[in-house]
């Protein structure tokens, strides 16, 4: 990928559990974005952490970044089937504002 | 949150004809808007950024020629594959953002993508 890998590349859990994913990247940030993609379809935002902040929340997700070790994880927690996706983290690095993906989770949550 | 439009969600084209996909902001005006490109359960790899009234900068490793970019408004930005071949076959999404924010701690917006088989 253009920006780093991420952990694990398909994770497949039951609804109710929690689901977490990792994104490693490679440069200095401005920003990092996580965002969902259901199969064939365009992105969706879920969350943009700044890279002084080290923890945010938005519902059932959470967010943490660690700028030391160049990573980040996203939290689902109480997953449902719903959340069925993959799920990307987007880094900008530039003022001209790029987003560059990570190779994503694909995620299953069964009923 | 913002509305981006792309256009048409599938093509089916011949080798050697040129296809246009295009991108459009609903409801905000755009100075800037990126082409990714999408294989199959893989990450989407930027392929351009789209600049309202100048030309596109392309990442390494795009060809200039292949993939046509323009950018003639703040709500439209146009992907023209020329002379289309079977391994140009692919996913493309387009992703534009809000005018007037100095900074980039914005999200991006996504059109639906456009998937093209060229046969």
């Known amino acids: 990928s253009q920006q780093g890998e991420e952990d694990p590349q398909a994770l497949s859990i039951q609804e109710g559990e929690n689901a977490t994913m990792n994104c490693s990247y490679k440069?200095?940030?401005?920003?990092l974005q996580w965002y969902r993609q259901n199969s064939g379809r365009g992105l969706v935002h879920l969350i943009l952490i700044r890279s002084n902040e080290r923890e945010k929340h938005s519902g059932r997700l959470r967010v943490t970044l660690d700028t030391s070790k160049k990573s980040s994880s996203l939290l689902i927690t109480a997953s449902r089937a719903a959340d069925t996706a993959s799920y990307f983290c987007a880094t900008v690095r530039s003022t001209l504002g790029r987003l560059y993906f990570g190779r994503g989770t694909q995620l299953t949550v069964w009923p | 949150g913002a509305v981006v439009s792309q256009h048409p969600s599938r093509v089916i084209c011949k080798s050697g004809t040129s296809v246009k996909i295009e991108c459009r902001s609903l409801d905000f005006q755009a100075t800037t808007m990126f082409w990714y490109r999408q294989f199959p359960k893989q990450s989407l790899m930027l392929m351009a950024t789209s600049n309202e009234g100048s030309k596109a900068t392309y990442e390494q490793g795009v060809e200039k020629d292949k993939f046509l970019i323009n950018h003639a408004s703040l709500t439209l930005s146009t992907l023209t594959v020329t002379s289309a071949h079977p391994e140009d076959s692919s996913f493309y999404i387009c992703?534009?953002?809000?005018?007037?924010?100095?900074?980039?701690?914005?999200?991006?917006?996504f059109g639906q993508g456009t998937r093209l088989t060229v046969v």
């Open positions: 992703s534009a953002r809000v005018v007037g924010l100095g900074v980039w701690d914005t999200e991006a917006f």
């Open positions: 440069t200095s940030i401005n920003n």
